[in-house]
């Protein structure tokens, strides 16, 4: 029944049955098989069906949380006594600048601690990575804090807060950001990342009219073309350029600094697994303190 009670999950989760088999590899048929085979052992039925759409009725709504609570109890069972005993892969997603500033000491102490499991590492953007971990496509994801909220079936955490400056070339005299962005060109953090809308957000609540040149996802590439002359930017303070010496000049704004945030995110139904415990703990080693504040 426990697959069963999988495909009851990712029903509600897609809205339909024949999102649900694409999403779980299945017919349209085979999965109203399952689901059944499920209402006939629980005696009710769990869904509310209209056209091609499949809503839980009070009873699969009562049954959801349930069902979760049986699938994280089917997973303990599964798991041994030791971390030194893991066996397996974790799916971990995790924007550029994570994958390359914390992440390899957090891998590092994960392996350590549970060296029998294989890291797999998924890069991308964050809006990506968070429909990855919603679809039970990878186990965590390390991003920017989305400016929207989370499906009910999913958790963040705080992990670290990186403030935004402005970034100039060296030869660009000045120091108030306000008049450097209305004097020269924009190399723009994309508008449509999460990071990105944080700057659009900036800038209309200072009614800077800026003058728009490139716009690119990368900060590293963000700085290499400030440091080439082509504009200043706006970017927080993260990125494999911070570990040279400067080729930019870093302004800070002072009073009017905001904060990309990054958070870890998950499927509440692991958060208890003890190997999320673990890379919990080697993630928040890294950046000091418990930071378990939800957000």
Known sequence: MIREIKTFLTIARCGSFAAAGNQIGLTQSAVSAQIKNLEEALGLRLFDRTGRSAH?????????PLAEQILETFALMAQPESLAEFRGELRIGAIATVQTGLLPP???????????????????????????????????????????????????????????????????????????????????????????????????????????????????????????????????KAGLWLEREPTVRILSLGDATFYRELVLISRHSVQQQPLHQLFRRCLHSEVGGEGDKAV
Do not use: C
């Open 56 to 64: 839980l009725n009070a009873a699969g709504l009562r049954a959801l």
């Open 106 to 236: 957090v891998l590092l102490r994960l392996r350590h601690d549970a060296p029998g499991v294989a890291p797999k590492l998924v890069p991308g953007v964050s809006l990506n990575l968070l429909s990855q971990v919603d679809a039970g496509d990878i186990d965590v994801a390390v991003m920017i804090r989305p400016p929207f909220a989370l499906p009910k079936e999913l958790h963040a955490e705080m992990i670290q807060r990186e403030p935004f400056v402005l970034i100039a070339p060296l030869d660009v005299k000045g120091d108030d950001p306000f008049l450097l962005l209305t004097h020269h060109p924009l190399v723009r953090y994309d508008r449509s990342s999460f990071g990105g809308r944080q700057v659009s957000h900036f800038l209309r609540k200072h009614r800077l009219d800026v003058q728009s040149g490139l716009e690119l996802d990368e900060l590293d590439a963000i700085v290499k073309m400030v440091e080439g002359g082509l504009g200043v930017a706006l970017v927080p």
